[in-house]
Structures are given as C-alpha cells and as structure tokens.
C-alpha cells in the first residue's frame, strides 16, 4: 500500500518535461518534489505526493478531505 500526501504547490521550475521541479507545501512543511508525472502543476494547485513525486492534481476540497483524514489518524491530531 502506498500513501500519498497533499499539499499546495508554490514553486515551480520549469526543467523541461522531464525535469520540472516544485517546491510543495505540506502545511507548513515545504519540501522540493518532482512534477514529471504532473507537468500541468501551476503555482496554487493541489498535488499528491508519494516519496517526492508528484502523482496527480487534485481538487482543494479533496486536499481539504485528505488533510483532515490524516489529522484524525495522528497522535496529536
């Protein structure tokens, strides 16, 4: 099983189709991700991401959903 995280992309670097880049923000935790399977990713969009690799586009309301699911499943959530 894999698991994904949403965040909100800030950045992005343009490197070509197989090297764009992104800066990602997971709700305070910023961290640089691949957008080569996202190369439609514009600055304010919502992506999943598993092990630094942007994997889709997602709306604001599923990130929404998404954040607060994960949230629930934390210790301190």
Do not use: K, Y
């Not at 070509?16 to 880049?21: K, T």
């Not at 991700?33 to 709306?59: K, M, Q, Y």
């Amino acid at each position: 099983m894999c698991l994904a995280i949403p965040g909100q992309v800030l950045e992005v670097t343009d490197g070509g189709s197989l090297f764009a880049r992104g800066r990602v923000d997971f709700g305070g935790a910023v961290r640089e991700v691949s957008l080569v399977c996202t190369p439609e990713a514009r600055v304010g969009d919502w992506v999943l991401v598993h092990a630094g690799l942007a994997i889709t586009r997602i709306d604001a309301e599923a990130a929404t959903a998404a954040r607060r699911e994960l949230a629930r499943l934390t210790p301190d959530g």
